[in-house]
């Protein structure tokens, strides 16, 4: 059972390159996420899910683009690199999140896609 | 809006010591509540989990309690080993229920 894969693992890019960092998950979760970590941070989120054609900007969507075409992918875009996106970046997914406080939207995260932009 | 503070680390401690993070939060209404922990090289996993005030979760000698009264939810371990080394993180389900709202985390290290 793979659960969350995040490729590639690590990144370098130049300044005003583009790339996409890709997420796939095997759960058949509704939610998709994608979060970035900055050193000595906790997670912000960039982009969310709810569903295959559905997306939606989170905190810190600046600079990126996301597409939900089928329910197993959600490939995050960066068009334009720049330095301030250096960052570790963690796919999520979860399930049909249910009411507010609801124990059903427990998040299962991928490795992590380590990114600098020199 | 919601907010996780976490208690700045690093933690320092010894194999078998007690081990108190504390984690409080700010939110509307009575939201799930979460302790995820990070390992290195890896990413995060679900430690345990709460929904509701005084619901204790407990996972692996750790445990937390949803105290409402004083809106926190301190991680907890009474004898803490090296492998339990690793970042933890406290979160927080916003109302919509479609995102986590992470503190900053802390670093536990356990020497032999």
């Known amino acids: 059972n793979a659960g969350v894969t995040q490729t590639p693992k690590f990144r370098i890019l130049k300044i005003g390159q583009s790339m996409t960092l890709q997420c796939t998950q095997d759960?058949?979760?509704?939610?998709m996420y994608w979060y970035r970590q900055d050193p000595g941070m906790g997670l912000k989120l960039i982009y969310y899910s709810v569903g295959a054609g559905i997306t939606d900007k989170g905190e810190v969507p600046n600079g990126y683009n996301v597409s939900r075409s089928t329910t197993e992918d959600f490939p995050l875009r960066l068009e334009l690199a720049a330095p301030s996106q250096t960052s570790v970046y963690f796919c999520?997914?979860?399930?049909?999140?249910?009411?507010?406080?609801?124990?059903?939207?427990?998040?299962?995260f991928g490795a992590g896609t380590r990114l600098s932009v020199l | 809006g919601n907010s996780v503070t976490q208690m700045e680390g690093p933690v320092t401690l010894s194999e078998e010591a007690f081990l108190t993070i504390n984690c409080t939060y700010t939110a509307t209404g009575y939201p799930s509540l979460f302790w995820y922990v990070q390992y290195p090289g890896e990413g995060l996993q679900l430690l345990l989990k709460a929904t509701k005030a005084d619901d204790k979760g407990s996972n692996k000698g750790f445990e937390a309690t949803y105290r409402k009264e004083t809106t926190s939810f301190h991680l907890e371990k009474g004898s803490v080993q090296v492998s339990d080394s690793a970042v933890y993180f406290c979160a927080l389900l916003n109302q919509a229920g479609t995102a986590l709202i992470f503190g900053k985390g802390t670093t536990l290290s356990v020497s032999s």
């Open positions: 999520a997914s979860s399930t049909t999140s249910g009411r507010p406080g609801s124990a059903k939207n427990i998040q299962y």
């Open positions: 759960m058949n979760h509704n939610y």
